[in-house]
């Protein structure tokens, strides 16, 4: 009974695993099909469509368009979470439960209905579609992840260590770079790769706030509105495999801090 209990555990397992990458597999296979169809039967593996994403320039700038937005917006969120979260942490505010609330609010929110209430905001202020209008909406969807994150790992043994420091003669702005930060690196960190793997995918609010610079996942529903073919499944394996890199990133230091 228990070797048909764990054999019917490892069928449902790779039922499972399978339901879920099957797709991502067969984009990577095809995306080396060497023909210019992505049908059976396999013609490969090649690189050629690889290398026909690369030395394309639109492509090429809505992949660098991706980083940048990806990366500045991470980095203000994670900046503003860190503040946001350290101020509720150690210090008493009025209705700071009810506070909390409104900044992970966003959190319960889609994604659609963020991205055309700042559409409406930015064309009442004048705000043209832009990628600092795309990456000022990641921000506003990644500050609230980002403050979660960090406001979970603020415990009390961060508050001695930070009152230790003020017993020894150090200012407030000394206790707050040199305590507090390096001992949140890790949920810092942790909660700059997360933004930057939710930047990087996203795809709404950059259709809707950008217009002549466009990141890659806007430029690849450009290339899929003319049909599937192996160069759309080679960025979409690009989108992919950067995509896991920073889950691995954020893996890895969610493990180290475990560990330590």
Partial sequence: MRRLIRTL???YALLVYGFIFLPVIVLVLFSLQSTSFPIPPFTGPSLRWYAAVLSDVRLTSALFNSILVAVSSSLVAVVLGFLGAWGFARFLLPGSA??????????TVSYLIIGMGLLVLFNWIGLSKSLAAAGIGH?????PL???I??????????????AARDLG???WKVL?????PVMAPAIF????????FSWDEFVISFLLTRFDTTLPVEIWNLLRAGLNPRTNAVGSLVFAVSIVLVLILEFTLFRKRSA
């Fill in 9 to 11: 555990a490892a069928i």
């Fill in 98 to 107: 009810w506070l909390r609330g409104l900044i992970t609010l966003p959190l």
């Fill in 139 to 143: 921000v506003v969807v990644n500050l």
């Fill in 146 to 148: 980002c403050f979660a």
């Fill in 150 to 163: 960090i406001y979970s790992q603020m415990g009390d043994h961060q508050v001695n260590l930070e009152r």
């Fill in 170 to 172: 150090a200012p407030e």
């Fill in 177 to 181: 770079t040199m305590v507090t930060v």
């Fill in 190 to 197: 942790a909660a700059f790769f997360l933004s930057m793997t």
